[in-house]
């Protein structure tokens, strides 16, 4: 008999036991009592209870605080308990779900069910009343448990992250090489070449100006944009058009008002205007007229 009584006592010490809910955090240390000294005012905290998904999620809690199976559920206690749960939150100004209200209005029909007298003439067994409680108190229990296990599966974002490295924009300047004189008269043959096929008969020319030819050119170049060398100079002027031409851009290019690029070794010569003075020349031009 002992030796029963032992055994029972060391399973009983073994079984899981259900902490109380503190009634505070404080620290980070839990107070499940108020100390007896202590006055709070009213309205003067804001008190935060254990938050439940549903009236079957508190009375899940009750039932396990107590270490009862489901199917063997006390009534009578988790009706008194879950009122209780009510009346605490109703207490704190808390608005109630309809559905608690719900539930603990079926758990008052269980109850009363059980404590009326069954009829002596009803010879069919009566049902359980707690049957229906019982099958949703299963049901929500086995999909609860499943949420849990899927909440604790790894989640990107809560328990690893992804790395998103950013490739840095590599922007590689292009060195031009420098426009030496050599290349400058082979693009002027090539110039002169092509004047050649425009070549026509004259019967009055007239007088060319260089200055007037420097600010033609200045007029078709921009700052902004580069032009093709061959492009300064109009066929249709012949062999002298294409020189008097030339001299202009040499003469641009001496005074720093256009800027000759050649983007590869012996490629076409590309020229810009000098933005800062591009407007010199025409000046220049307005005073030689004026003096005129």
């Known amino acids: ?12 010490e073994q079984l899981p036991v259900q902490q109380e809910l503190p009634l505070a955090m404080v620290g980070g240390s839990p107070f499940t009592e108020l100390p007896s000294d202590l006055y709070i005012p009213p309205d003067a905290l804001e008190v935060f209870l254990e938050s439940f998904e549903g009236p079957l999620d508190l009375l899940l809690y009750l039932i396990r605080r107590q270490n009862m199976d489901i199917l063997d559920i006390n009534v009578s206690d988790v009706t008194r308990q879950y009122m209780d749960y009510i009346r605490v939150m109703e207490d704190m100004r808390f608005e109630l779900a309809a559905e608690y209200l719900v539930m603990a209005a079926m758990l008052a029909e269980i109850k009363s069910r059980f404590l009326l007298p069954r ?29 849990e296990r899927i ?103 001496k005074e720093s008002l256009l800027e000759l690029v050649q983007t590869e070794m012996f490629g076409e010569i ?23």
């Open 270 to 292: 590309h020229v810009r205007a000098r933005g800062e003075v591009e407007n010199e020349p025409e000046a220049e031009t307005s005073e030689g007229d004026d003096g005129g």
């Open 1 to 12: 008999m002992q030796n029963a009584d032992a055994l029972s006592d060391s399973q009983t």
């Open 119 to 147: 009829r002596k003439d009803d010879d069919e067994e009566e049902d359980d009343p707690r049957a229906e409680l019982i099958r949703r108190l299963q049901e929500y229990e086995r999909f609860k448990t499943a949420a």
């Open 151 to 253: 909440d604790e599966l790894p989640r990107m974002d809560r328990d690893f992250y992804t790395a998103n490295p950013e490739i840095p924009k590599l922007q590689r300047e292009k060195k031009h090489p420098d426009v030496t004189l050599t290349e400058v008269l082979l693009a002027l043959q090539e110039v002169l070449k092509r004047s050649e096929l425009f070549e026509h008969h004259q019967i009055e020319k007239e007088r060319l100006s260089t200055r007037e030819r420097m600010t033609q050119v200045l007029e078709r170049v921009s700052a902004d944009h580069f032009t093709l060398f061959t492009d300064l100079f109009p066929f249709d002027e012949g062999k002298l058009g294409v020189v008097v031409t030339f001299l202009a851009v040499l003469e641009l290019v």
